[in-house]
């Protein structure tokens, strides 16, 4: 089974921060990852996929790069709505696994 | 609108099932595989399985196999995962979520339904 693994675990920022989450794979998944935020008590809600595009609704201060087994999601400019969990994803092959999560908190 | 509507809340005892329900509704039923998803209380999210709605083949994490069915009804557009010999760990927030075809992610999913395993 393809590892995922995510840093940092918790990330404390302010508002206007520019923040970077980093998603490792155990080996290559080419560009087969997404990235999802997920607050209290809701479902995940899809941000990006195939590692770089941007789902339809998204602001732009998200971004995502990489590919292989290196990705980073970006918040450009982190706004109060933003802070939540955030999970990677991959889904180059069965199982698909999630990261652990990086929980962004306010500083 | 594109929905996934799940059952409610269920409370079972260790060693029995459950059957956990997620209707589709506002896009084409057969052309999106359908995901399970859950989340234990304070944990991260662990991937169970997918069904094809299409033709109904599955595929599930080792860790459920044996123990999990993923089943789905096309006259309802409706999917289903049941979880049998339930234990403590089980307990936690399912969620249906739906993958188009060219896998853009999940990008539609249920309000999630939670399942508590107590004696």
């Known amino acids: 089974d393809i590892q995922m693994t995510q840093s940092p675990s918790t990330l404390s920022a302010s508002v206007g921060d520019r923040v970077t989450i980093t998603c490792r794979a155990s080996q290559s998944i080419s560009s087969w990852l997404a990235w999802y935020q997920q607050k209290p008590g809701k479902a995940p809600k899809l941000l990006i996929y195939k590692a770089s595009s941007l789902e339809s609704g998204v602001p732009s201060r998200f971004s995502g790069s990489g590919s292989g087994t290196e990705f980073t999601l970006t918040i450009s400019s982190l706004q109060p709505d933003d802070f939540a969990t955030y999970y990677c994803?991959?889904?180059?092959?069965?199982?698909w696994g999630f990261g652990q999560g990086t929980k962004v908190e306010i500083k | 609108q594109v929905q996934l509507v799940q059952s409610g809340a269920e409370v079972k005892k260790p060693g029995a099932s459950v059957k956990v329900s997620c209707k589709a509704s506002g896009y084409t039923f057969t052309s999106y595989y359908m995901h399970w998803v859950r989340q234990a209380p304070g944990q991260g999210l662990e991937w169970m399985g997918i069904i094809n709605p299409s033709g109904g083949s599955t595929s599930y994490a080792q860790k459920f196999q044996g123990r999990v069915t993923m089943t789905r009804d096309t006259s309802t557009s409706t999917v289903y995962m049941e979880l049998s010999s339930l234990r403590s760990e089980d307990t936690a927030v399912y969620y249906c979520a739906r993958v188009g075809i060219v896998l853009e992610g999940m990008d539609v999913w249920g309000k999630g339904t939670t399942v508590t395993v107590s004696s």
């Open positions: 994803q991959q889904y180059n092959s069965y199982p």
